[in-house]
Each structure stands twice: as C-alpha cells, then as structure tokens.
C-alpha cells in the first residue's frame, strides 16, 4: 500500500482506540487543518470501525470560533478558496460514493467551515 502524500494516518486492530480518535482529532482539525502534516485521510483495519463513532462524537464537540477565544477549536480558514476546493473535493468525494458523516458545510461567518467526515469504504 502506497501512503505517500496526503498524510494518511493509519489504525491497526491492536491500537488504543481511544488514543487514535484522539489523534485523529488533533492531527486532523489542529491549525483548522491547514499544516503540511495535517492528516486528511485515515486508514482504518477491517475490524475496528467503532473508531467511525468515536470520532464522529469527539468531531461533535469541536467548537468553531474566533481563535484568539481560548474555548475554541477551530477557526477559519485562510482564504475563501480554500473553502471553494473543500466544497469541491467534498462534492467530488460524495459523487463517487462517499457520505458525509459529519459536517461538510460552509458556515455563515466569512472563510468558517464545519469540522467535516467523510466516510469511504475500500477495502484494500
């Protein structure tokens, strides 16, 4: 299996599955997900999808805000393009069978999307 680019994040059937959902969370939604190491897509082994609803819960709780309000979690987005390409790439994902199990919207405040899954079964 080729993992190079996208920064695949991956979970084997004998992780903590608690601390990968953490993980997830942080290496996926930390800097709005806007760093070179900010992973975009996790691999999953066959057996543990449970980690699917953990990180649906813990994506549940993530506050979106202004990032200088110490509550937040998430803030904008760098320019309005960059929600052009998710809303693209989101589009593209759910036209070749993916659902969106969380988020996937553009909010009303300028250059602020919803923290998004999406899910997409291949088995490899």
């Known amino acids: 299996m080729e993992l190079g680019g996208k920064s695949p ?3 084997f059937d ?4 608690e601390s990968a959902a ?11 997900g806007q760093s070179c190491v900010a992973g975009s897509r ?16 813990k ?5 979106v805000g202004n990032p200088l309000d110490p509550k937040t979690n998430l803030g904008p987005l760098c320019t309005s393009k960059q929600i052009e390409i998710i809303e ?3 589009n593209k994902s759910v036209s070749q ?7 996937g919207k553009k909010l009303k405040r300028r250059n602020y999307f919803e923290p998004t899954l999406i899910y997409c079964l291949t088995e490899i």
């Open 42 to 57: 996790v691999i999953v082994q066959k057996h543990i999808f449970k980690v699917k609803r953990l990180i649906k819960q």
């Open 59 to 63: 994506s549940e709780n993530i506050i």
């Open 22 to 32: 953490n993980g997830i969370i942080a290496g996926n939604f930390g800097a709005s």
């Open 9 to 11: 994040l991956v979970i």
């Open 14 to 17: 004998d992780a903590d599955i």
């Open 88 to 90: 693209n790439t989101i």
């Open 97 to 103: 069978g993916a659902e969106i199990i969380f988020g």
